[in-house]
């Protein structure tokens, strides 16, 4: 089953340095002569700001509006990573669409990927994380890991699986809807690390079972939403959260990528994000 027919993929991403108020707009091919960047602050914006954005779980959005949206999001972060940025805080409110396409917004957490460092160690039991709870990837909610780029891909999907929920047209109102909507734990302030952790574990490892993503896919199929459940189905194929190590981890625990091998990770991420897309384009097929 397709979705639609229609694609469209424009992101338009330009760089400043910190401290510029007013960075002068400059055309795509202009980019290269931009001044280095500073590792511990970049921003993205569009070439003229826009007034017609809207973030992802706006109500008006279809399903088909979101996967073409992903598609932009996930070309985008690759786009990103290629010049060896990681955004580090990829969030609802922080993935704006606009009539040109997806905007990635608030830089300030990002990170150049050679300039990393892994996270300080300090007192046992304290964690230090950063990004926006939700739809932070798991790796990053103990905040003893070096992120990778596929962490923003991870949130990334948190982030969909946030406006498909949202923008689901069943009312809230219905209880078996709004207790698997719960589950999710969406927009949960008070919600502990742990907690949080546990719901990643059962978004990837129970796709299959009787978890909160098989109820939500039965909610979608009753609806005759087919398309949402294939969806789904896309995002969660990635093999996702992506184990790492580096210097400060044990040579036991050496597990996935070499969290310092720009290489390693980028060819990985490349191979992720070229199969994601192929199938969702299928999808829009």
């Known amino acids: 089953m397709v979705c639609s027919r229609w694609f469209a993929h424009s992101v338009r991403v330009i760089r400043r340095v910190a401290g510029a108020r007013h960075p002068a707009k400059r055309r795509a091919n202009q980019i290269s002569t931009l001044s280095p960047l500073v590792p511990r602050h970049v921003e993205a914006m569009a070439f003229e700001s826009p007034s017609d954005t809207r973030k992802l779980n706006d109500v008006s959005l279809s399903v088909t509006d979101l996967i073409n949206a992903a598609v932009q999001i996930f070309l985008a972060l690759f786009d990103v990573f290629n010049r060896e940025i990681i955004h580090r805080d990829i969030s609802m409110g922080n993935i704006l669409l606009t009539t040109d396409g997806i905007l990635l917004i608030d830089w300030e957490t990002g990170r150049r990927f ?129 184990e790492r190590w580096s210097s400060e981890t044990k040579l036991s625990d050496h597990t996935g990528l070499d969290a310092t091998n720009y290489d390693a990770v980028h060819k990985s991420l490349d191979t992720i994000i070229q199969d994601v897309v192929k199938k969702l384009r299928a999808l829009l097929a």
């Open 114 to 242: 050679k300039l990393d460092s892994p996270p300080p160690s300090g007192p046992v039991g304290e964690r230090k994380v950063t990004g926006t709870l939700d739809t932070m990837a798991y790796y990053m909610l103990d905040g003893k890991h070096m992120p990778l780029p596929h962490d923003d891909l991870e949130s990334a999907v948190y982030v969909l699986l946030k406006a498909l929920t949202q923008t689901f047209k069943n009312p809230l109102e219905d209880p078996e809807w709004q207790r698997n909507y719960a589950r999710f734990k969406w927009d949960k302030g008070d919600i502990g690390i742990d907690d949080l952790k546990l719901v990643r574990d059962n978004l990837w490892s129970q796709k299959g079972k009787r978890g909160i993503i098989h109820d939500i896919k039965q909610t979608f199929r009753e609806a005759d939403e087919h398309c949402a459940v294939q969806f789904i189905d896309v995002l969660l194929s990635m093999p996702l959260p992506q």
